[in-house]
């Protein structure tokens, strides 16, 4: 397999994040999730239809969601993207991974683990 045939994983996974933070979270689903797609958030069902609609909701809630990536690591078939997602503008916001499993070019598993930014911080290296 050359270079132009190997599917670049980190490009799907971050344009998957950025159409899910601009709103259009069918689209993103449509173009990049697998039918049969897991994932490991604890506040929906694991089934795809679940947490589509949980991104809905948030996408309905928080209209001026910003989502900025900050770096973005891949391993085979898992790609982990680092960001910071601010939900209103003016938020400090929330560090966040999200790590995703791909199979045949498609998402096919996701985690994801979030700290909010304090307001102060004892660290002088800040959360990015």
Known sequence: MNAENVPNHKEAA???LKTVGAGQIREAYNRFVSPNFRHHNAYFRGDRESL????EANASQFPG???DVKRVLEDRDFVAVHSHVRLKPG????????IFRFE?????E???VG???PSESSN???VF
């Open 14 to 16: 971050v344009s998957f």
């Open 52 to 55: 589509m609609l949980g991104m």
């Open 65 to 67: 969601k910003t989502l």
């Open 91 to 98: 938020d400090l916001g929330v560090a966040l991974v999200h």
């Open 104 to 108: 045949n070019d498609k998402i096919v």
């Open 110 to 112: 996701a985690w994801d």
């Open 115 to 117: 700290q909010p930014i």
């Open 124 to 126: 002088q290296y800040g």
